[in-house]
Structure formats: structure tokens, C-alpha cells
């Protein structure tokens, strides 16, 4: 079974990711295919497409993703905020153990933001599975993610102009918004890209079709419009 080869097709409903990320990922070696002799065709082992449906990165993603959606695991579903404070300061207290303090507490801030501003801005109107997905990996990354109505929507509530994921990401990212009673989302995120852009963080965040990626000294908000979607949020912070 292990030695079973699976077109890229089927591969691509099985991690929940489109073939063309599929296709990017064997380019980068994340997960690498195997090319039919006579017709060029992707294939890939079941064995190694085990191995990342363990990653939770992958399976936060999938789960984020997906039009049919179930709860996540337990051990990576904080569905309550009390539940994601409660492991967010489980995850600083093992990072301090193998880091600086200055290094867990600014990456656990920056968590905390993304993650609370799930449940302040979705409070009463989450459109289907309450709660976000929080993890972290053995290669230092933090993987967040809500089916949450996403920023476009939140930001809309106090500034109608804002017309598209990008517009609403670039906003919540680099301008600062009055009339806050109803949304702190962007001037929260204006924190978390200050503290990225000065220290060895990487950030990837999209929302809708609009994705943000920042790293240190990176201080211009570059956000690209890509092709697959996201109601909620997907982010990824590495460190």
C-alpha cells in the first residue's frame, strides 16, 4: 500500500490543495512527484502524502479550505478563547525552553493578536464551525486559521469603500482606521507587521484571495490576489 502511486488529480483532493500548489510544491521538494516515463504525468506515494497530511500546516490548510467542512482535531481545535489562551501559553512556555525570552514572548504575541481577533470579530456570527485552528511545528512555524467572515467583511462595517480582499488586507496591515467600536482588527495587525518587520519572523496571511507575506526589514505591504479563496483567515508565522 505504501508503494501505491497516486495521480496528481486525486492527490490534489486528498490534501485539499489545487494542482497548480501541488505542482510548486514538488518544485520546491515539499513534496516531490514522480514523472510518468511516456506521458509526463505527476505521480506521488502514497506513503509521502501520509507524512503531510500529518503536518498542520497542511492540515490546517485543508480544513480552511474546504466547502464541507468538520471540526478539527481536538488537540488543534480551540474553539473558546479560554481554550487558545490556555495553549498559547502552553506553546510559550516549551519555546522558552529552547529560545530567548524576548523571542517567545514577541512570537507569542503576535499569535495571540491574530488568534483573539478571530474571536472578537466573529463573535455571534461565525458562518459555520465556531473557533480557530492553532498549532506549531518542529521547524518553527505557528499555523492559525478561522471559517471566520474574513477581513473584507469586518472592515467593510466601518469604511464602505473598502471593495476587495487585497484592498482590505493592505488596509488592516499599513492604515489606521477610527471609529474602532466595532473593529481593531487592522490597528492589531499594524502591531504584528511592526513586530515582524523588526526581528527574523516570516508572516504569510491571506484572507479571501488576497495573500500577504512579510519578513524582517520588509516594510512595503506588497498583498497579490491568488486564485484559491478563503472566507475566514490562513496565516503562518515562522521564526
Known sequence: MDNKYIPIGKTSKMIGVSIKTLRRWD???KLA???????????????????????????????????????????????TRDVFQARLEGFQHKLTKSTNIQ????????AGEIGNNSFDHNLGNWPDILG???????NKKIVLADRG???????????????????????????????????????GLKFVKSVVTSHPFKLSFQT????????????????????????????????
Not at 132 to 138: D, K, N, V, Y
Not at 162 to 174: I, V
Request: with cysteine; hydrophobic share 40%.
Open 149 to 187: 467572515q474574513g477581513i473584507l467583511a469586518t472592515l467593510k462595517r466601518v469604511d464602505s469603500t473598502l471593495k476587495t480582499h487585497a484592498q482590505a488586507l493592505t488596509t488592516a496591515f499599513t492604515k489606521t482606521i477610527s471609529a474602532r467600536s466595532l473593529e481593531a482588527r487592522g490597528n
Open 33 to 79: 512527484a514522480v514523472r510518468h516515463s511516456s506521458s509526463g504525468n505527476r505521480y506521488y506515494l502514497l506513503k509521502d502524502i501520509g507524512l503531510l497530511l500529518n503536518d498542520p500546516v497542511v492540515v490546517a490548510r485543508q480544513w480552511a479550505f474546504s466547502f464541507n467542512p468538520r471540526p478539527p482535531q481536538a488537540n488543534f481545535h480551540c474553539r
Open 132 to 138: 480557530i485552528f492553532f498549532s506549531f511545528t518542529p
Open 208 to 239: 479571501g484571495n488576497a495573500l500577504l507575506e512579510l519578513s524582517e526589514k520588509e516594510n512595503l505591504v506588497n498583498v497579490k490576489v491568488v486564485q484559491e479563496t478563503i472566507r475566514g483567515c490562513f496565516v503562518i508565522i515562522g521564526y
Open 27 to 29: 518544485k520546491s521538494g
Open 103 to 110: 523571542t517567545s514572548s514577541l512570537v507569542t504575541a503576535i
